[in-house]
Each structure stands twice: as structure tokens, then as C-alpha cells.
């Protein structure tokens, strides 16, 4: 295949993903929803105009090493320790509780698998795809409702900051599970070594670049010098702990998160996410989705996955934040925030199609959870929120 090729690939991917993100904001859904629809419709289901290359998967890698880095670098870890314990145990009962019904409803629907099959962890990986939180459409719901600074607003930020961390760790773990040659104690003892590996790097590496943002503040080379290091830690998790490069990405924008220039740093990651390794990362899961085998059966599924994965965040969410003193009425508004899923759902399932743990196909059933989530979330929302008869106000201590 003649190298130049590749360019009128990319010239096509870019410009059908940000049409079809324009059009999908347009009609109040997530921009990524789109970037996938414009990948499906392009690619080999339907047009035919471009297909999965090697570049293209490298690129799309790349791209979800920037989307995790971004993730990372997003966490405000002082708002995260603020919350504390309350916002700690609403994340593990959305990751807990989806994952359990998750894995559940997947052996309902193809039977029970015995532990360790193939199928077993097919399984649980479709469960740990609902462990996923994605509050971008909470977050602008609740600033239009002026309830974002509230105590709802935020315990439903720090609780999806924490999910996010747990479901990463999760994701790790499904994974080095599946290895055939792993054992369950080794890739506990692996994943715990690669945190105590973060902590240690991590805290000498926020000295040294502390030090250069005072030396260098707002300079072009602390961004530079942030991605090196976001690639460094991502190749050091594959390549010396097996856990996922994703989870280096993720923990490197964790570190950097505190210093000055965070946001900084965000913006230029962002420009290079934003114009082509977002939109290639987006468009790809569309190129893998093959829309030529869905069934009755898989439309199927896809309905139950998606009541499913609603359900059991408002189960999980909601009825933990009532066992810690919220009322009803903002115990189901913590629940209902909570049940959004957008990037962080297509990364964990993408990663699952890369290890052989998700089937192509099973891409439509999380679009159609993304879409229906980023639905109806607001509208619940905005009708619980109605309900109230005082305004929401800041938790103190």
C-alpha cells in the first residue's frame, strides 16, 4: 500500500468526524457520538472509504493516551481529598454495583460461563464497561441550573473523579486476568507495584517540573516536556508491569495535575487531541464497528445493556449516598448524575476489542448507553431538581 494513501484517510476521517460532531451537538449529544457515527458511515460497513490501517490504529492509540492524559491532568486533587470519605464510598458502589449487574446480565443472556473461561471474563469486561462515569453533561446541566457549586453537584464531581480511578484499576486487573499465563496473585502484586512505582516517580518528578514551571513559567517546553513524560510512563506500565498504557497516561495528568501550569498544558494537549488524534481515536471505533452482523439478538442486548447500565448507577450511587445521610430526593439526583457514560466507556471498550475481550459488534449496545444516558440524564435531573423547596446549598464542614 502506497504511503501517501494514508493522508487522504486522514483528510476524510477529520473532516467527516468534525461534521458529524457539529451535527450531534447540534441536536444536544455528546460530539463524540458523533465522531463515531461519521467513522461507521465511512468506513467498511457502509461507504467504504476508508479502512483500519496500522498507521490508523497507532494514531488511535495515541489518541486515547492524550484523552487519558487530559482525564489526568482535569482532576483537582484538593477538591478530591475535600469530599473525602462520603464521595470515596458513592465510587465504589458505581463501580461495584454496575460491574456485578453488568457481568450478570451478560451470562444471563449467554449463559453461565466457569471461572477463569474466556467467557467469564467476556463477562466481567462488559461489566467493567458500565463502571464508567462521564460527567460532562451533569456538569453543564447542573451550571445552566446554578446547582453546580451545591452539595449534590459536588459529591457527584468528586464521586466520578474516584470512579474514574477505580475503574482504570479495574480495567488493569480484568485485563492482566485474561493472559493466559497470568495468575490472579501476580497481577495484584504487578498492579500494586506500579502504583507504588507512580507515588515514588511521581513525586520526584512533580519536584523537578514544579522547578521548571517556576524557571519556565507558561513556555512551550513545559508542555513538551509533559507529553515526553506522559509517553514515558505509559510505555514503563505496558512494557515493565503489563498493566495498560492508558493507566500510565491517566496517572502521569494525575501527577502534573497540582502545578501551575496544569491547565496550561491541558490546552495544548488538548489542541493536538481536539484537531486529529481525537477525532482519528473516535472515528476508529466506527471503522471497527460491524453493523453487517447486528441482530435481533444484539438489538437485544443492546436494550437490556442499556437499562442495565443506567439501573445500576442509580442503585449503586443512590442508595449509598442515602446510607450517608442524603435525603431521597438528592440521593436519586447523585444516582441519576452519576449515569452518564461517554469517553472513558469507548476507551475501557476499545481496549477490551484490542485484548480480544469485546466483539466489534458489541461497539453499537455502548453508543446506544452513551446516547440514551446523555439524554436523559439532564431531563431527570432538571425534574428532581424542581422538587426542591430551598435552594441547594454548599456542604460545610
Not at 188 to 216: Q, W
Not at 364 to 373: H, P, Q, R
Amino acid at each position: 500500500m502506497e504511503s501517501y494513501l494514508v493522508l487522504k484517510d486522514l483528510a476524510i476521517i477529520i473532516i467527516a468526524a468534525k461534521l458529524f460532531g457539529i451535527i450531534a451537538r447540534k441536536l444536544k449529544a455528546p460530539q463524540v457520538v458523533g465522531e463515531i457515527i461519521a467513522g461507521l458511515i465511512i468506513g467498511p460497513s457502509i461507504l467504504g472509504w476508508v479502512n483500519q490501517t496500522d498507521f490508523l490504529i497507532q494514531m488511535a492509540e495515541i489518541g486515547v493516551i492524550f484523552l487519558m492524559f487530559s482525564a489526568g491532568l482535569e482532576t483537582d486533587l484538593k477538591e478530591l481529598v475535600k469530599t473525602g470519605p462520603i464521595a470515596a464510598l458513592i465510587a465504589c458502589a458505581g463501580v461495584f454495583i454496575p460491574l456485578i449487574l453488568g457481568a450478570g446480565y451478560y451470562m444471563l443472556f449467554y449463559g453461565v460461563s466457569p471461572w477463569g473461561s474466556l467467557e467469564f471474563y467476556k463477562a466481567v469486561f462488559v461489566g467493567t464497561i458500565l463502571t464508567a462515569t462521564s460527567v460532562s453533561i451533569t456538569v453543564e446541566s447542573l451550571k445552566e441550573m446554578g446547582k453546580l457549586k451545591g452539595k449534590v453537584g459536588t459529591t457527584i464531581l468528586s464521586a466520578a473523579i474516584i470512579d474514574d480511578v477505580i475503574g482504570i484499576i479495574v480495567l488493569t486487573f480484568v485485563i492482566g486476568l485474561k493472559s493466559p499465563d497470568s495468575k490472579p496473585i501476580s497481577v495484584i502484586i504487578n498492579t500494586v507495584l506500579f502504583f507504588v512505582f507512580a507515588i515514588i516517580v511521581g513525586f520526584i518528578s512533580y519536584k523537578i517540573f514544579k522547578m521548571l514551571d517556576k524557571r519556565y513559567p507558561h513556555t512551550r517546553r513545559i508542555p513538551i516536556a509533559s507529553i515526553a513524560f506522559c509517553f514515558l510512563m505509559s510505555y514503563v506500565a505496558e512494557r515493565y508491569f503489563g498493566i495498560a498504557d492508558i493507566t500510565g497516561a491517566y496517572v502521569s495528568g494525575i501527577i502534573l495535575c497540582s502545578i501551575n501550569d496544569s491547565s496550561y498544558i491541558e490546552r495544548k494537549v488538548d489542541v493536538n487531541s481536539y484537531i486529529i488524534f481525537g477525532p482519528v481515536f473516535f472515528a476508529s471505533i466506527g471503522l471497527k464497528t460491524n453493523i453487517d452482523n447486528i441482530t435481533g439478538t444484539i438489538l437485544l442486548f443492546s436494550l437490556g445493556f442499556v437499562v442495565v447500565g443506567l439501573i445500576s448507577k442509580i442503585i449503586g450511587c443512590g442508595l449509598m449516598a442515602k446510607l450517608c445521610k442524603f435525603n431521597g430526593n438528592d440521593s436519586l439526583k447523585i444516582g441519576v448524575g452519576m449515569m452518564t457514560r461517554g469517553e472513558v466507556a469507548l476507551i475501557v471498550a476499545q481496549r477490551g476489542l484490542s485484548v480480544g475481550l469485546l466483539e466489534p459488534i458489541y461497539f453499537t449496545s455502548v453508543i446506544f448507553l452513551i446516547i440514551v444516558s446523555s439524554i436523559l440524564t439532564p431531563i431527570i435531573l432538571k425534574i428532581l431538581y424542581s422538587k426542591d423547596k430551598e435552594p441547594d446549598k454548599v456542604q460545610t464542614a
